[in-house]
């Protein structure tokens, strides 16, 4: 996994192409993949979805393997994400988690000391079974050729959907928290990330050539408190994965005054979204990390010619990064259109090798 | 309204206080008022609350005026803020609103050319009559000795309500409208820009001696949509607006990467959330604009002696800048202790004087 590529050939696989460009020694064009690419865009899922629940579909090997398989069988990106949810770890937690039409609810907001001390860090590998074993088939079916990612949900967003409950826009709940009793808060945020290294771990071993921590509402906080209740956690995690030799991918939502600071936490690859140019992004974070983003995903409801006209633009504001990832700049979103998806991932494989 | 301070001397009034900072040219300490001050956090507005709808609150100028005036009799802030909501214009254009638990919602979302066609340009004054009116007796209320603020929402954020029909957290809807038809959505934005001026212009007329645009979502956009879909509107209204010789405000929510765009849009204070910090935003936007935040309305969940720190180093970050308005960098949480109100705004009317 950490081979080397000191030859300066170019990658001879898709998996090769992807963790050259992690590691920042890509030669060839930029390898791709889409956040969140398997899912409710694509008809063939919609189909096995009007069989089974969501919780099943990620939580029952055969069928999260099928639909994580569906995207790259479909339009052959380099890696595949496994499908799963960054929620199920809280539920082996014992925190009550439910799907709704609204998206996920925890009846029993966790705000007080006591719901955090009813938490439990779960079972070893509880959280984890379903995820490990489907990663492990999907290793066995990609072998060597395709890159293979795990994720998990990091602390701070974590308790930002146990402390809201129902996780709408702003995050006051938890943005309050931080204020009224930070302590109780630094005391979730600490099992959360002991869960979350276990959980991770786990993934590696099934696995994964690579783990995306989505520390999605980080963004929420400025850098003060971006440092003491997110970057802590991040930084934690990472050093306790640094031993097993891989890639480590961070992403951030509405980061663009926050770069600086996800530059330190120690992860191999800086995942950014649509708000920030890539060129300033990496002018901002130096040649010590890796940068993959960041097209948004609303873009993919253009046509599919300006599709292809926007990805050919990202590429070359970037070309000849040897560390650069192609992707969105947020989770594809549902409905859009399999013809974009198609013109985006097409156009990113069609870039001229350097 | 636009006398001049050649003098040097420090204000008189919390009005002539408020008018030098946002001109650029105070002597003393900042003005201080607080984003949506009036409302829920308020006993006494809760009191009212529970005999009328939030709606009734809004539009009979008895119970606003009231509302209005309930956080500057108990804090005695420099500017007070006519209690109001920014989408009552759009019932006016037809759009059928309804205030329910979860927030505002439009149960038409306005998603095809169709949608568009079926709005109008209000009758002169008929979205403005009740806040006019509001305007007038709070000017006659206070007469010079305080700051009276009139607002509306800016384009770009109504149609974000519009088009989403219930506003959660992410914009997908428009931004997806961006990117599938965008001639169609100028045309909303541009009806919508029209409606604005007029809404204004009769605040301006009805006694207010500022207003403030909240394009609270416009921070959601790249710079480049945002410089297409959110600042065109913004520069159109406060051109329509400089002969009256008002002060314009703009607020945007998570524009740490848009404050030069901001900057051009020709208003004469840039209100900036907490997550940017303000001798940062002074040094990206230069002198030629006032300021105006930027405390998380989430650490006024702080003890008393936490918000009154927080407070003197958010003034000492920018002591003896004459054009700097204290206040939150967001709307007033509801839940607020009122003790941190007051702790926040004693602290901003302490301030040394320079």
């Not at 590696?204 to 963004?219: C, E, R």
């Not at 995903?297 to 990202?314: H, N, Q």
Request: proline residues 7%; glycine residues 8%; charged residues 25%.
């Amino acid at each position: 996994m950490s081979e080397k590529n000191e030859s300066g050939e170019r990658p001879a696989t898709s998996r090769a192409r992807f963790l050259d460009a992690a590691w920042g020694r890509c030669r060839g064009r930029p390898p791709v993949w889409l956040l969140r690419q398997a899912g409710r865009y694509m008809p063939r899922y919609q189909e096995l979805r009007g069989r089974h629940s969501f919780e099943e579909m990620c939580t029952r090997p055969d069928l999260a393997f099928e639909v994580s398989l569906q995207p790259w069988r479909e339009f052959g990106m380099d890696a595949v994400i496994v499908f799963y949810d960054i929620l199920f770890i809280l539920k082996a937690m014992g925190a009550p988690l439910e799907y709704t039409d609204r998206g996920p609810v925890f009846h029993r907001p966790v705000r007080e000391p006591a719901d955090v001390r009813a938490l439990r860090l779960p079972e070893p590998g509880a959280g984890s079974q379903p995820v490990a074993e489907t990663l492990r088939m999907l290793r066995r079916e990609l072998g060597d050729r395709t890159a293979l990612l795990g994720f998990a949900g990091a602390p701070f967003t974590l308790a930002s959907y146990l402390v809201e409950g129902e996780f709408r826009r702003s995050g006051d709940r938890i943005r309050r928290m931080m204020h009224s009793d930070p302590e109780t808060l630094e005391e979730l945020l600490e099992m959360l990330a002991d869960a979350t290294i276990d959980h991770l771990e786990r993934q590696v071993a099934a696995g994964a050539d690579a783990v995306q921590l989505f520390d999605t509402w980080a963004g929420l906080l400025g850098a003060e408190d971006y440092a003491r209740f997110a970057l802590r956690g991040q930084t934690r995690i990472f050093e306790a994965l640094r031993p097993l030799g891989v890639p480590t991918i961070l992403y951030v939502n509405g980061s663009s005054h926050l770069l600086e600071l996800m530059a330190r936490s120690g992860a191999r690859v800086l995942s950014v979204d649509w708000r920030v140019s890539l060129p300033e992004a990496r002018r901002r974070v130096g040649p010590g990390v890796a940068l993959q983003g960041n097209l948004d995903p609303a873009a993919l409801f253009s046509p599919p010619r300006a599709v292809r006209e926007m990805t050919r633009a990202l590429l070359e504001s970037v070309a000849g990064d040897p560390a650069y990832i192609c992707n969105l700049g947020h989770g594809i979103l549902p409905e859009t259109p399999v013809e974009s998806v198609r013109a985006f991932v097409e156009t990113a494989m069609g870039f001229p090798e350097r």
